[in-house]
């Protein structure tokens, strides 16, 4: 493993710049004018920002890229879940793994050297999603850590065998397991598939990651589950081992229906994952006027104490035709449609991609940017924390345990009077 130094970093806005050494893949020091003792290899970061490893921690690589095949015209979620039903059966090994290993390299390209990857495990594809997300985690190992979850689509208890095939995916290395509420067909069923999820989980010791609340009836309760899961979190002491993604129902509440339960997410210590692109794309399809931003409300939950962390979701298919894997592009939408504009919220967007998201994947321990935690840094070409997703730098470098693994060289050309004086 090399020895690294970086010089000039910008780590927090307002103070001084730093340098930051690694070796043997992890940070060993942050300080100004570090030695170089080792002869470590230099990077001159010239006061650019340097951030710890975006987090991917809700995206489908395995049905990306689905976009032109089977087009969603009504936007809907059901004619999303209809068509990709359909396009599921065709499916090959080689197909799945072209398109998902490219959603990895953008991911990477643009920052993401963490991701928690939800291949479907339903009727249709059965367990063929996680079989080639298993390969491809193997393949990046030294450029990607990757979680995957085995996630029913389909739901699992209107679809006989998708809980055995869930456990087979288990043994193959699937190490969260997911959860579907909303595919039930009934209240009675929904309440059994959470409990199921949980009982799988409890089996094998493992964190839950589950799709609940997309929609903008709060009258509904298949819609309306947040409640149910911090309870059972609580109940079966896994509180700071659930992820839940969309939750967009809790934005129709009213705020003095809502605030009991962004207090009890918060005391379940449930990770709330809001999917902007998709969660903008799908819902309020019925509204003909005051068309709702159908999210999940970022700050009124962050004043509860409630642990945010956004993800991409879907990159070009049926549930969201849009994306390029770039969470800074993702966090520009969340902080224009959650009304984030002042500095201090602006790099709150930027925590809940990085230290929150870490938090949601129980990786903590080992993420960041301090002495003692893995080096899986980027270096950035802006200067202002704040400002970041405004600017949507160019990486200069992404770098997974102390080595450079991606490399852009700013070579631009200008007429004069563009240049700065
Ligand atoms: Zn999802």
Not at 334 to 352: T, W
Request: proline content about 4%; aromatic content about 6%.
């Amino acid at each position: 493993m090399s020895n690294l130094i970086i010089r000039r970093a910008h780590i927090k806005d307002g103070e001084a710049l730093k340098d930051i050494k690694i070796s043997g893949g992890k940070i060993t020091e942050i300080a100004t004018d570090i030695q170089n003792d080792n002869n470590s290899k230099e990077i001159d970061a010239k006061g650019n920002v340097v951030l710890p490893s975006l987090i991917e921690s809700h995206i489908h690589p395995d049905k990306a890229f689905l976009e032109d095949r089977k087009p969603n015209k009504s936007g809907t979620l059901e004619e999303a879940l209809k068509n990709t039903a359909e396009l599921k059966k065709l499916y090959t090994f080689e197909d799945v793994k072209k398109r998902a290993e490219k959603v990895l390299r953008w991911s990477i390209l643009n920052g993401t050297t963490i991701m928690r990857a939800q291949p479907d495990v339903d009727p249709y594809e059965k367990t063929l999603g996680v079989e080639v997300l298993v390969h491809l985690k193997e393949k990046f190992k030294d450029v990607l850590d990757m979680q995957i979850v085995a996630f029913p689509q389909e739901g699992i208890i209107q679809s006989p065998g998708v809980l055995e095939m869930m456990e087979e995916t288990i043994k193959m290395g699937a190490d969260i397991v997911g959860g579907c509420p909303y595919s039930e067909k009934t209240m009675e069923d929904t309440k059994k598939q959470l409990e199921v999820v949980f009982d799988l989980a409890e089996k094998y010791n493992l964190p839950i990651d589950m799709h609940a609340d997309f929609g903008t009836n709060a009258d509904d309760p298949q819609n309306t589950c947040i409640e149910l899961i911090c309870d059972m979190t609580i109940a079966r002491g896994y509180q700071g081992r659930v992820a839940i993604g969309h939750v967009t129902t809790l934005g129709s509440l009213d705020p003095e229906v809502a605030a009991p339960i962004f207090d009890k997410i918060a005391k379940a210590g449930v990770t709330i994952v809001p999917l902007p692109v998709t969660d903008m794309f799908m819902t309020g399809r019925t509204e003909r006027k005051n068309i709702p931003r159908g999210m999940a409300p970022v700050m009124a939950m962050m004043e509860h104490g409630v642990n945010i962390a956004y993800s991409s979701n879907n990159i070009r298919n049926a549930f969201t035709p849009f994306g390029n894997a770039d969470l800074i592009a993702v966090g520009y939408l969340l902080q224009v449609s959650q009304q984030m504009g002042s500095a201090d919220q602006r790099r709150a967007v930027l925590d809940m991609v990085t230290y929150n998201a870490a938090k949601a994947l129980g990786i903590s321990d080992t993420y960041g940017l301090e002495v003692g935690k893995n080096a899986d840094l980027n270096i950035y070409d802006c200067d202002d924390i704040s400002n970041l997703i405004n600017d949507q730098p160019l990486i200069r470098y992404v770098i997974k345990r102390g080595e450079i693994i991606v490399q852009n060289d700013l070579t631009r050309t200008m007429a004069s009077v563009l240049m700065e004086d």
